[in-house]
């Protein structure tokens, strides 16, 4: 490696004079634009160094331009969902209705009475605006609403049974997924997991031998994402609930999805009801915001009052607080189940509720679009995002097959580059595209952009 080509590299100032550089600087913070240039020239001086070749001034000022421009086009971005898994933990779980968006924007915007009590002047909590509306859907005495599920398990069991023993069934000692895992959860708060029972089956009398005079609570977690079959028994929670009565432990009950509707109403298995756990006995019950109740992320909270309180009062009840544009797509989207209108406005029960003529409907007209490497069959849409595990919807897909040397890989990554993103299943050698989860509105887009990376292809 001589000396000149290290001389040779331009400096930042004359990298700065070039033509390109210059638009770069009008549309970007200069600063922006000579810290990316020091950082592409002290990052050549290196490779340069370890024997490496000498880029050209227009390739410095190539990967100058488009490092910028990578930085600045937004990574986070809207894609059409058309792999029929409704909740998609990948893809940002539920989308929101119309209205919810719309307070949400609306609360983010400009100020708000968020904390803030409009008849009295004084200060007021964030909690007022959803605490009644919950209690009122589920005949829960009192409610509080915090990031997501996790951090509401967390905070329940740091505040009520740090130091103390918690007697949770092991079957149900599981990982929800994405590192939420029951024995990690309950490490972090401090209380001491008390496994009962084996993997298959639990009774009362595992419950009953493990409590003492340690014991903060007894906790039931819904096996979201997972079903145990065969030779399996668990202890219903009202039996549970029973024996936490008889010696007095409150009985937890992590429902992970909350759904506020009845599920066999469509066809789908029975997913815990928020209302049944209250209604049975159990101390506080869990649920997120954004799985089949529909709404934004957010851990929700019911139960007793004294239970509440407890947790309102402990210090990570403010690490976990939820953020206003949440509280306000909350509380319109708990607004709609007390209209008698969730079915219609929520997207995800609207999905879920869609009649299969329609989506047969719609496959149809996806197929005649597509031409001839397109079939409608039958096939199965899942809700996801831990809920429902195992229970199906029969629905009707759009299969497309390639007749050339083309990969359905291929395709499947053309439309996951395609503006927008489309994301499809891919099956064998089919790609499935289903329409249970796109929305009507984004048909015309998706069946362009299939239409024209299948073009691609074929050249
Ligand atoms: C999904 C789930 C969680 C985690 O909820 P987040 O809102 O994602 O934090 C916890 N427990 C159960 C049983 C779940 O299904």
């Known amino acids: 490696m001589g000396e000149s080509e290290f001389r040779q590299l331009p400096s930042v100032d004359e ?35 370890m024997g490496g070749p000498a880029p050209s001034f227009e390739e410095i000022v190539n990967s100058i331009v488009s490092e910028a421009h990578d930085m600045a086009s937004l990574s986070l971005q809207p894609v059409i969902n058309a792999t029929g898994v409704i909740l998609h933990t990948n893809l940002g779980r539920a989308p929101l209705s119309t209205e919810a968006l719309r307070a949400a924007e609306l609360a983010s915007r400009g100020y708000s009475n968020l904390e803030f009590d409009l008849a009295s002047g004084k200060r007021g909590s964030r909690q007022t605006h959803v605490d009644q509306i919950l209690c009122h859907l589920t005949d829960a005495e ?14 329940a069991l740091s505040a009520l049974a740090r130091r103390k023993e918690v007697i949770v069934s092991r079957g149900q000692a599981v990982e929800i997924g994405g590192g939420f895992r029951i024995p990690e959860v309950m490490r972090e708060s401090g209380a001491r997991l008390v496994e009962v029972g084996t993997t298959n089956c639990s009774y009362v009398a595992d419950y009953e031998g493990a409590i003492t005079p340690r014991t903060a609570a007894l906790l039931r977690v819904h096996s979201s994402n997972f079903k145990i079959t065969g030779f399996a ?42 209302q049944h756990s ?33 947790l309102r009062k402990h210090p990570l009840a403010r690490a976990v607080r939820i953020d206003k544009a949440s509280i306000a797509a909350l509380s ?4 709609h189940y007390l209209k008698g209108e969730a079915v219609e406005k929520i997207p995800v029960l609207r999905f879920i509720a869609t ?44 299969a497309i097959r390639l007749a050339g040397k083309a990969s359905i890989q291929d395709l499947a990554q053309r439309l996951r580059q395609h503006q927008p993103p489309v994301v499809a299943r891919v099956e064998k050698d089919a790609l499935l595209l289903d329409p249970r989860s796109v929305f009507p ?9 299939v239409r024209q990376s299948l073009a691609c292809l074929e050249a």
């Not at 219903?236 to 109403?265: A, F, K, M, Y």
């Not at 679009?369 to 629905?395: D, H, K, N």
């Open 15 to 49: 990298v700065l004079c070039d033509g390109r550089i210059r638009t770069l600087c009008q549309a970007f913070a200069r600063q922006t634009i000579v810290a990316l240039i020091r950082h592409r020239l002290s990052e050549t001086r290196k490779s340069l160094g």
């Open 142 to 155: 009192a409610a509080l609403v915090v990031n997501n599920n996790a951090s509401g398990v967390l905070l």
């Open 233 to 274: 028994n668990s202890v219903s929670l009202e039996e549970l609930v029973e024996l936490g009565q008889r010696h007095n432990i409150p009985v937890l009950d992590d429902i992970g999805s909350g759904c506020l509707i009845d599920t066999t109403d469509y066809g789908l298995e029975p997913e815990p009801q928020v």
């Open 278 to 310: 209250i209604s049975v006995g159990a101390a506080l019950v869990f649920f997120s915001g954004d799985k089949l109740l529909g709404g934004p992320q957010a851990g929700i909270i019911l139960g007793r009052t004294e239970l509440v309180s407890k």
């Open 332 to 335: 319109v989207t708990l607004t």
């Open 355 to 398: 009649p299969l003529s329609e989506v047969e409907r719609r496959a149809e007209r996806w197929a005649q679009f597509l031409g001839e490497s397109a079939t409608v069959i039958p096939a199965e849409s899942v809700v996801g995002g831990g809920s429902l595990p195992g229970s199906r919807m029969p629905t009707r897909v759009v």
């Open 441 to 449: 509105e984004e048909d015309e887009i998706m069946l362009r952009a």
